[in-house]
T-cell receptor, first 116, second 114 residues
Framework: DAGVTQSPTHLIKTRGQQVTLRCSPKSGHDTVSWYQQALGQGPQFIFQYYEEEERQRGNFPDRFSGHQFPNYSSELNVNALLLGDSALYLC???????????????FGAGSRLTVL | GESVGLHLPTLSVQEGDNSIINCAYSNSASDYFIWYKQESGKGPQFIIDIRSNMDKRQGQRVTVLLNKTVKHLSLQIAATQPGDSAVYFCAENIAIYNFNKFYFGSGTKLNVKP
C-alpha cells in the first residue's frame, strides 16, 4: 500500500504566481483533506473533498481552491501567491465519516512551497 | 477555530526514561482525539487515538489519557528511545460538525538524549 502520495515534494514560486499541488489518497479512502503547516506550527485545515465536492472549508481565502477527481485523487490550487503562503501543504485521506464516524487521517509527506 | 494547545513547547528526556506530553483542548463537544508524531521533513504519523467515551487507551509503549473534566489529554511514552525524537501534535475532532475535520495544537518537540 503506497499510502498517501503528494507531488511535487518541493517547489519555489514568486509572488503573484499560481501553484497546483497533487495528492493521491491511501487505497480504500474516499475523503481528502488539505492542511497548511507553517514553520513551527500545527497543521491548519484548508478544506475537505468528498464525492468530488468541497464539503467543508477552513478560514482560507478564495485564492485557495481545490478539486477531487472520480478516482478520489485531489488537487490544491493557490492563485496570486503571497509570501505568507510559504508553508508545507499536507494532504490527508480518510474514510467518509458517515460510515465510521470520526476516523484517522492518514497524511502524506507534504509539498514544501516557498514563495519569493 | 477551536483552541488545542500544548503546555510545553520543548521536552528533553534521557534515553530510557518515560516521557509525558500534555495537551489542553477547549471544546467540550470534542469526541475524538489523535496523537500524531512528525519527524523532520515528513508528514504527521498516527500514534494513538481515543474517543470521548474512554479515559485511557494503551498501545505499544504509548498510553493516552483523557480527562474530560478539565479538558486535558496526555501522551505517555515508556522507555523513550532516540527514534522517538520528533514533534508531537494532539488533534481533536468536534462531533457537532459531523465530519472528519481536526484541529491541531502547535506541537511539542521531544528531544531524547542518549
Amino acid at each position: 500500500d503506497a499510502g498517501v502520495t503528494q507531488s511535487p515534494t518541493h517547489l519555489i514560486k514568486t509572488r503573484g504566481q499560481q501553484v497546483t499541488l497533487r495528492c493521491s489518497p491511501k487505497s480504500g479512502h474516499d475523503t481528502v483533506s488539505w492542511y497548511q503547516q507553517a514553520l513551527g506550527q500545527g497543521p491548519q485545515f484548508i478544506f475537505q473533498y468528498y464525492e468530488e465536492e468541497e464539503r467543508q472549508r477552513g478560514n482560507f481565502p478564495d485564492r485557495f481552491s481545490g478539486h477531487q477527481f472520480p478516482n478520489y485523487s485531489s488537487e490544491l490550487n493557490v492563485n496570486a501567491l503571497l509570501l505568507g503562503d510559504s508553508a508545507l501543504y499536507l494532504c490527508a485521506s480518510s474514510l467518509d465519516w458517515r460510515l465510521r464516524g470520526a476516523n484517522v487521517l492518514t497524511f502524506g509527506a507534504g509539498s514544501r512551497l516557498t514563495v519569493l | 477555530g477551536e483552541s488545542v494547545g500544548l503546555h510545553l513547547p520543548t521536552l528533553s528526556v534521557q534515553e530510557g526514561d518515560n516521557s509525558i506530553i500534555n495537551c489542553a483542548y477547549s471544546n467540550s463537544a470534542s469526541d475524538y482525539f489523535i496523537w500524531y508524531k512528525q519527524e523532520s521533513g515528513k508528514g504527521p504519523q498516527f500514534i494513538i487515538d481515543i474517543r470521548s467515551n474512554m479515559d485511557k487507551r494503551q498501545g505499544q509503549r504509548v498510553t493516552v489519557l483523557l480527562n474530560k473534566t478539565v479538558k486535558h489529554l496526555s501522551l505517555q511514552i515508556a522507555a523513550t528511545q532516540p527514534g522517538d525524537s520528533a514533534v508531537y501534535f494532539c488533534a481533536e475532532n468536534i462531533a457537532i460538525y459531523n465530519f472528519n475535520k481536526f484541529y491541531f495544537g502547535s506541537g511539542t518537540k521531544l528531544n531524547v538524549k542518549p
